[in-house]
């Protein structure tokens, strides 16, 4: 566990444990807490379906390119491996040089699609996660919470969990 995931579970705890008395103390009585399962909502909020879909559209079209030329690679190999005993030595290294610049051009390529997909993905989540975030803030007062528990949570009851409450407004507020 890292320095800062331990402080956040000891402040999330010390919280916890101070806050029914500090509410009871405001004379309000009962604590109304609701847990959510971020990794659930960050995987079904519509947004999040949205998003994954455009991904995949975007860069579906670059991966199919990319396997094709893959494909083309592989059959230039293999005629190599075929041909290498009827070539002449001028042939068979032109054969090999074309076939070490495309796989260096394809390993390169395929690099440079995983970085892409990488940043747009960032991107994405970052949005999807100030979304999720205003979504959450504002169902927890529509709700009348006193606290929402999102990360750190290692156990609660059903009655305290509002993620399929929170997907259901997002839905309808979208």
Do not use: W
């Amino acid at each position: 566990m890292t320095l800062f995931i331990k402080r956040r579970f000891i402040f999330l705890t010390l919280l916890c444990l101070s806050l029914p008395f500090s509410a009871h103390a405001a004379g309000k009585g009962e604590l109304k807490i609701g847990v959510i399962n971020i990794a659930k909502i960050m995987q079904q909020a519509p947004d999040a379906v949205n998003a994954s879909e455009k991904l995949r559209a975007e860069f579906e079209p670059r991966e199919k390119e990319l396997k094709q030329k893959i494909k083309t690679l592989q059959d230039k190999k293999d005629k190599a491996m075929r041909d290498s005993m009827t070539l002449s030595q001028s042939e068979r290294s032109k054969l090999e040089r074309e076939v070490l610049t495309l796989e260096r051009d394809l390993q390169r390529e395929e690099a440079d699609l995983r970085e892409d997909f990488a940043l747009k993905n960032r991107e994405i989540l970052q949005k999807l996660e100030m979304k999720v975030v205003g979504a959450m803030q504002e169902f927890a007062k529509k709700e009348k919470l006193d606290l929402m528990l999102a990360e750190g949570v290692v156990y609660a009851t059903e009655s305290l969990d509002v993620t399929d409450k929170l997907l259901a407004f997002m839905k309808k507020s979208k």
